[in-house]
C-alpha cells in the first residue's frame, strides 16, 4: 500500500440504509463512489434488525392463527414451532434481500469496498479488508454511517452468567423454554411476545413505570393487557440488582424489590449505543456528544469540512425509513441544497399482534405544549374489517387541535395498524381537516374505514 490515497467523489464509512441508498444514487450519476461495509451488505436493517424480526413476526402471528384455526373454521392440528425451519424461513428471507443488494451495489458501479474503516486524517480512512491487507482511501466529501449496536449495561454478574441481544438471539440455535427480556422498549416488547407466541415463557423486565413508556399511559396499559392475555409476566417499575447462572445452567435475575426470576436464556434490550469507538474521528476533526453519538447540524453536517453523518450514528430517531430520509437530505445538500432534519413528521410500528402504529404528538405531548385538544377514540372491536378478520384486540385514539381542526397526532393499536396510519399521516402533511377522514368515502370493510368511526367520535366546531 502506498502513502497516497485514491481519490473519490464521495466517500460513505459503512453501508447502512443511509449510506447504501446514497452511495448508489451519487454512483448512478456518474461520480466515483467507494463505500466501505465491514461485513454486512445491505447494513444491520435486513441483515440483523428490521427484516430478520418481521420475517419471525409472520411466522409468531401464523402460530397464532393455526391455535385459533378453529374459530376460522378450520379443524387443524398442532402448529409445533420447528426452531430449523424458523431458521431456514428467517435466513431464506434475509439471503433474498441481501442478494438483491449486492446486485443493486455492483449495478449502480459503486466501489464496494470489504473492510473495517479507520479515520487517519480528514476525509481519509485506513481500510483493514476482510480478505486481508489494507487500502487508504479519501474522498472530496465523506458520510459517516457505521449506526448503532446494543447496549449491554453494567448489572453485577451479567458478563459472567452470559446474555443474548437482539443480533444473538436472531441466530436462533435453539428455542428458550424461559425467556427473560429486560427492556420494555420497541425491541423487548417485539422479542417478548414473538417468542411467547413460539411457546417460550416470557418474562418481561422494564425498569421505567411502565411498558413503551414513550407512549401514553392509556395505550401502554393496552399493550400491557394484551401481553397479560398473552402470558407473559410483565415486571415494570424494578431494577436488575444482580443476574447468575447456577451450575444447571438456569439463570437468576434478581430484581432490586427482592424478587428473583429464572430463565434459561436473557435477551438484554435496554437500547442502543454508537458504532464511534475506534474509528478514529478525533483526527478526522468530527465531534461527539457525551454519549458517543456525532454531532451534526439540521443539514447533517458534521464538525468537520465535507463531513456529514447519517442514520442512527449521528442521533436520529432509530429507524430506517428516517435514516432513508438522512439520504434524502444529504443528496440534495451535496449539490448545494439546504435541505433539513427540522420539523419532520416520523411515523413507527411497534410490530407486536396487533400492531401499535404512531405518528405526531401523544396527547400527553399535545396538552403539555399548551394545546386546545379534543381526543378521538375508538375500541378496535367497532371496525367491521376486524369482525371478519377475527382481531378485534386494540384501541385508537387521535388527537386534533381544537382552534384549527388539524391533526396533531394518532395512535393506532390493532390490526394493520400499521398500513393505516400512512393515510393520517398523509392527512397531516396534507394540511387536512379531521373532519375530512370523518367524511371521505372509504372502503368497505378495510381497516382503514375505521378512521371514518374514529373522527366522528368527535364534536364539531359550531358553524358560525
Ligand atoms: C431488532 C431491531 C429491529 C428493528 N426493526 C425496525 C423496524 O421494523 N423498522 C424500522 O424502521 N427500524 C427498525 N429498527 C431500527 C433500524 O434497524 C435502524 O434504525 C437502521 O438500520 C439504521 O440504519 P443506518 O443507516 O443508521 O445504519 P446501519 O444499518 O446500522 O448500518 C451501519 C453499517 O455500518 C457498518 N460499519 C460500522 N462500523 C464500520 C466500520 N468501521 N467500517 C466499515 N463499516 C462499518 C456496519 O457493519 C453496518 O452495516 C430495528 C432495530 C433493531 C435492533
Ligand atoms: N418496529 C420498529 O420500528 C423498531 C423495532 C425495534 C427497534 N427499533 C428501534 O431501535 C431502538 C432501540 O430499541 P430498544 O428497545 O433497544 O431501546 P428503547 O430505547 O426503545 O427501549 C429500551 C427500554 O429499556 C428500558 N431500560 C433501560 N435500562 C434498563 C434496565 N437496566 N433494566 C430494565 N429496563 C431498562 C428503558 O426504560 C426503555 O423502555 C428503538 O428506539 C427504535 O427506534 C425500531
Not at 444473538?168 to 417468542?195: C, I, K, N, S, Y
Not at 417460550?200 to 421505567?208: A, D, F, P, R, W
Request: proline share 4%; aromatic share 4%.
Amino acid at each position: 500500500m502506498t502513502d497516497r490515497p485514491e481519490e473519490f467523489d464521495l466517500l460513505v464509512v459503512g453501508g447502512g440504509k443511509a449510506g447504501k441508498t446514497l452511495s448508489m444514487d451519487v454512483a448512478r450519476s456518474g461520480q466515483r463512489v467507494a463505500m466501505v461495509e465491514r461485513g454486512m451488505i445491505g447494513g444491520s436493517c435486513i441483515n440483523v434488525a428490521c427484516i430478520p424480526t418481521k420475517a419471525l413476526v409472520t411466522s409468531a402471528r401464523a402460530a397464532r392463527h393455526l391455535r385459533g384455526a378453529s374459530a376460522l373454521g378450520l379443524a387443524v392440528e398442532g402448529g409445533r414451532v420447528d426452531v430449523d425451519l424458523l431458521r431456514a424461513h428467517k435466513q431464506d428471507v434475509v439471503e433474498g434481500m441481501v442478494a438483491a443488494n449486492r446486485q443493486q451495489f455492483l449495478d449502480s458501479g459503486l466501489h464496494l469496498v470489504i473492510g473495517q474503516a479507520r479515520f487517519v486524517g480528514p476525509r481519509t480512512v485506513r481500510v483493514s479488508l476482510a480478505n486481508g491487507g489494507e487500502r487508504l482511501l479519501s474522498g472530496a466529501d465523506v458520510v459517516i454511517n457505521t449506526g448503532t449496536r446494543p447496549h449491554l449495561p453494567a448489572v453485577p454478574g451479567m458478563a459472567e452468567a452470559g446474555v443474548l441481544t437482539s443480533e444473538t438471539l436472531l441466530r436462533l440455535d435453539r428455542l428458550p423454554a424461559r425467556l427473560v427480556v429486560l427492556g420494555g422498549g420497541t425491541v423487548g416488547v417485539e422479542f417478548a411476545q414473538m417468542f411467547a407466541s413460539f411457546g417460550s415463557m416470557v418474562t418481561l423486565i422494564e425498569g421505567g413505570p411502565r411498558l413503551l413508556t414513550r407512549e401514553d399511559p392509556d395505550v401502554s396499559d393496552a399493550v400491557l393487557r394484551l401481553f397479560l392475555d398473552d402470558g407473559i409476566d410483565v415486571r415494570v417499575g424494578v431494577a436488575v440488582a444482580r443476574i447468575d447462572r447456577d451450575v444447571a445452567g438456569t439463570v437468576r435475575v434478581t430484581l432490586d424489590d427482592g424478587s428473583l426470576v429464572t430463565g434459561d436464556d436473557v435477551l438484554v434490550a435496554v437500547g442502543r449505543e454508537p458504532v464511534t469507538d475506534g474509528l478514529g474521528l478525533d483526527v478526522a476533526g468530527v465531534r461527539l456528544n457525551e454519549r458517543g453519538f456525532v454531532v451534526v447540524d439540521e443539514h447533517l453536517r458534521t464538525s468537520a469540512e465535507r463531513t456529514w453523518a447519517a442514520g442512527d450514528v449521528a442521533g436520529s430517531p432509530q429507524f430506517t425509513h428516517v435514516a432513508l430520509d438522512d439520504y434524502r437530505i444529504i443528496r440534495e445538500n451535496l449539490a448545494g441544497g439546504q435541505r433539513s432534519t427540522v420539523d419532520r413528521l416520523i411515523p413507527y410500528t411497534v410490530f407486536t399482534t396487533p400492531e401499535l402504529a404512531r405518528v405526531g404528538l401523544t396527547e400527553t405531548e399535545a396538552r403539555r405544549a399548551g394545546h386546545d385538544i379534543q381526543v378521538a377514540h375508538l375500541p378496535v372491536a367497532a371496525i367491521p374489517r376486524a369482525r371478519t378478520l377475527r382481531q378485534t384486540e386494540g384501541m385508537w385514539k387521535a388527537i386534533v387541535d381544537t382552534r384549527t381542526d388539524r391533526i396533531l397526532g394518532a395512535a393506532l393499536l390493532g390490526a394493520e395498524a400499521g398500513e393505516v396510519i400512512t393515510s393520517v399521516q398523509l392527512a397531516m402533511l396534507a394540511g387536512m381537516p379531521w373532519t375530512a377522514l370523518r367524511d371521505a368515502i372509504i372502503t368497505h370493510p378495510t381497516m382503514t374505514e375505521g378512521l371514518n368511526l374514529l373522527f366522528a367520535s368527535l364534536r364539531s366546531r359550531p358553524v358560525r
